[in-house]
């Protein structure tokens, strides 16, 4: 499988698990997405405390929906209470939040630093032996159409498989993971808390570039399949031309000196 495949085949798996009725939900979601990654882009460091205080009333209030599930207490008003909930926290705590996002988004950056170059491989070799054999099944089939097994498998099954088979074919898989996850959450712990404006800055490329170029390519890929293909050629210079940029930019932004307003300290002239 040529290397270019692989997201294609990732984007067809998730795509298979959707209800024909929504198909159109992957695009309106990646057009979404794409909007909000200009804006980390662009002013996600300045917009860093309004973007964590939104994030933390929806996890909240998310989590408030799911208490409903369990205990007898009315949907709406939980999740409005675990929504103001969400951002008082954000307001009290913000500089903790921010630090603890900055843990994920540091260790989902080396994750995926990690699988691009040692994962990669493998990935596509699991993905292309699926491939040969429903290759391999194709021709001659001995059952009848209402026992034939499905085209795909779920997205669990195929997700299990998957984790396996980088178990058994990468060395020390497991260990690495937990060695990534370990050092960079400690890492962006103290990055967050020690430097909060480079934090920000980092946070909002980082974030802006994760959103962005996927939801580009999912476009891409409904719509003119030849610029998707270009797309996943070149993701990783295209992903660090743009995260580059971003940080730079963002950096700027938030450590700019705003001019100062006309000096009100100067002396009034003395009346005769």
Known sequence: MDTTDLPTKLLDLLTLQISPGIAWAPQAGAVVLAVVGLVFLIKGAKLAPVLIALLSAGLCALAGSLVTCWLPVPLWPTVAVAGILGLVLALKFSKVLFALLMTICLVTASLGLYGGHVLERP?????SKGLDLENESSPVSLLDPDEALPAQLPLDTELSGLWTHLGES???????????????????????LLLPKAARAFWAATVGTGLLLPAVYVILHGYWPAGAAWLGRWSVLVAALLWGLSLVYNLNDITEKRPKKADETEEKPQTA
């Open 170 to 192: 990468v060395p020390t898989f497991k260990a690495s993971l937990v060695a990534i996850v370990l050092t960079t959450a400690l890492a962006g712990l103290i990055f967050g």
């Open 123 to 127: 990935i596509q070799d699991y993905f």
